[in-house]
């Protein structure tokens, strides 16, 4: 009798069929049932916010106490079971946890556990918001979709480079707030150094607020050098950034979730997940 054929082990197929099943229902919005998932959880999520935004309002949360309290439990209990369920969905968990949607996931229903030690902390739970950028795949609108995914990359290469960046605009503001605390002094505001610091950084930034402002000629001289300088380097982050978009829009992706980890953003002739290997 030939023995039974070991089937590979690939991702494509979860450890049981209800698993895939509950993976095609909570990650794909393809099916019947995965979109009317989604349409629910969206029609939860805009609830929710509504009712955190609500309850900061001081005459409605006097008068709608209790019914407030109650729906805000409901949406994160609601929200911590769909937690759940899609780190049940995927194979690899803690890879799925650890991904964009499964941090913000994460954050949407924290906020509630925490205000039984720190109340008010609710009031974060405005976070949820994020979780309607589902609302691209659901809705089909796929393009929309690639484009975040294509800048949100762009970004993430770009991170280096943006580092680099900032750290050399904080350098040079922390120079200049020296050198101005040191010319001005406290007679025109500047009484120290972080004071100083923080106007180099609202006069290179060119937002400008004058509650602090130098006196002295050379002072004077020293802020529109900043000033000018600050319009010159506003163009830095963007050429880096358009670089990156630029190399990131050459390459084709998909919206097809990963079965183990959940991931989205693949290229098109992608054979394994991006993120944690598994085979698409």
């Not at 029609?43 to 955190?52: C, F």
């Not at 309607?132 to 809705?139: A, K, S």
């Not at 949100?152 to 680099?164: E, G, M, P």
């Not at 006069?203 to 000629?217: E, K, M, S």
Request: with cysteine; charged share 20%; aromatic share 10%.
């Amino acid at each position: 009798m030939t023995p039974p054929r070991d089937r590979p082990h690939d991702a494509q197929y979860p450890a049981d069929a209800r698993r895939q099943r509950v993976h095609e229902i909570v990650f794909e919005a393809e099916t019947p049932a995965g979109r009317a998932f989604d349409i629910v959880l969206l029609v939860a999520i805009v609830a929710s916010v509504v009712t955190v935004l609500y309850e900061s309002v001081p005459s409605v949360r006097v008068r709608f106490f209790r019914e407030l309290y109650v729906l805000e439990w409901f949406f994160t209990l609601l929200f911590t079971v769909e937690y759940v369920v899609r780190l049940y969905a995927v194979q690899r968990p803690l890879r799925y946890a650890r991904s964009f949607y499964g941090v913000v996931d994460l954050l949407a229903i924290l906020p509630t556990y925490v205000s039984l030690l720190l109340p008010g902390a609710q009031a974060l739970s405005v976070v949820r918001s994020l979780r309607l950028l589902r609302v691209f795949r659901i809705l089909k609108l796929s393009a929309y979709l690639n484009e975040s995914g294509q800048l949100w990359r762009a970004l993430r290469a770009s991170r280096r480079k943006i580092t680099i960046f900032l750290l050399t605009v904080l350098t040079i503001v922390v120079i200049v707030g020296a050198a101005m605390h040191l010319v001005e002094g406290p007679a025109s505001g500047f009484t120290d150094i972080p004071t100083s610091v923080y106007w180099a950084i609202v006069t290179i930034t060119t937002v400008g607020y004058g509650d602090v402002a130098p006196v002295t000629a050379l002072g004077r001289l020293l802020a529109a050098m900043l000033m000018l300088l600050g319009y010159g380097i506003i163009a830095v982050p963007t050429g880096i950034v358009t670089a990156e978009l630029t190399r990131e829009l050459r390459q084709e992706v998909t919206n097809n979730a990963c079965p183990a980890c959940g991931a989205e953003g693949h290229r098109a002739d992608a054979i394994f997940c991006r993120r944690c290997g598994a085979r698409l």
